[in-house]
């Protein structure tokens, strides 16, 4: 597939400046429109001739969504950047696992273009922000020139490229609850270079109470057709004492509950590494969450 490196198509370029003109433009275009924020996916797709929309809605100088806001947990508007979720003090303290997957981003330059709504809106299996969110609990709020409506993130993608966003409905939110006291999170990711997307990622969530694990939460990128949240090796972890023995009985079950496809890598290795990624993933997590200096 050619990339130009120039866009020889045509296509129509509107700049609101409020989430209403922005809304107004998506009803009346509707499958003929495209979004465009940082443009660090949707432009390379573009010059490489993989989609040809008619319109580009620029919603990059709509100040209404770009936001991070502490308000009973993490509100993120869509157009904040990785840059910005990295240099937020909040964020790398109380949600270590969003802060250390955008400091995972590859160059400051990108960081400074990529949006969080846009990495998400793309709905690679591999986006970086993804599993840190689903791992906290994140829902999205969306929205048209009608209604609003609020999902689970982990509900928001549907297949790789795909989301449940309609033509008309744009990402207005990422709203992420306010972690419990005890609670650690870690992030890890395996690329082919520094500077590449994800072969694999895993986010961790932990709430420990004494020597138990209180509460748990898994998601993974790269291991199957969406980012997925690991349901079932949550439950092998939850409610019991993390120690070597459970760990990796946790490894097993998650390099089974995946569902990896031989892309960048082969699924058996993908199956393999996941052992090892998410015991050594969880086990980060713990040691933030107890405050302890050994493995659990």
Not at 26 to 36: C, G, M, R, S, Y
Not at 171 to 187: K, N
């Amino acid at each position: 597939m050619p990339n130009s490196r120039v866009l020889t198509q045509e296509f129509d370029y509107y700049e609101p400046r409020t989430v209403e003109e922005v809304l107004s433009l998506l009803a009346t275009h509707k499958e003929k429109a495209k979004p465009i924020a940082g443009g660090t996916d949707l432009l390379v797709w573009m010059k490489m001739g993989r989609i040809n929309p008619p319109c580009l809605v620029n919603i990059a100088k709509v100040p209404a969504l770009r936001f991070l806001i502490e308000d009973r947990g993490l509100r993120i508007g869509p157009l904040t950047t990785f840059r910005e979720v990295e240099k937020d003090p909040l964020i790398r303290d109380r949600y270590t696992a969003l802060y250390e997957a955008a400091r995972s981003v590859t160059s400051v330059q990108i960081k400074n273009m990529g949006t969080i709504g846009g990495n998400l809106c793309n709905a690679s299996p591999a986006a970086d922000s993804a599993p840190p969110l689903i791992a906290f609990g994140a829902k999205a709020r969306i929205g048209d020139v009608k209604q609003e409506r609020f999902l689970p993130l982990e509900d928001f993608f549907v297949g790789n490229g795909q989301t449940v966003l309609r033509a008309e409905e744009l990402l207005l939110e990422v709203q992420v609850p306010e972690p419990p006291s005890l609670t650690g999170s870690a992030f890890v990711k395996i690329g082919r270079v520094a500077a590449d997307l994800a072969k694999i990622s895993v986010a961790v969530m932990v709430v420990s109470e004494g020597d138990l694990c209180k509460e748990c939460r898994i998601a993974m990128g790269g291991v199957a057709k969406v980012p997925l949240r690991l349901r079932r090796t949550e439950e092998v972890l939850k409610g019991k004492v993390p120690g070597s023995d459970l760990l990796e009985k946790a490894a097993v079950t998650a390099s089974q509950e995946i569902q990896p496809r031989s892309r960048r890598s082969t699924a058996f290795y993908k199956q393999e590494v996941t052992k090892v990624l998410v015991r050594d993933c969880f086990t980060r997590a713990w040691t933030r969450a107890t405050g302890s200096n050994g493995k659990p």
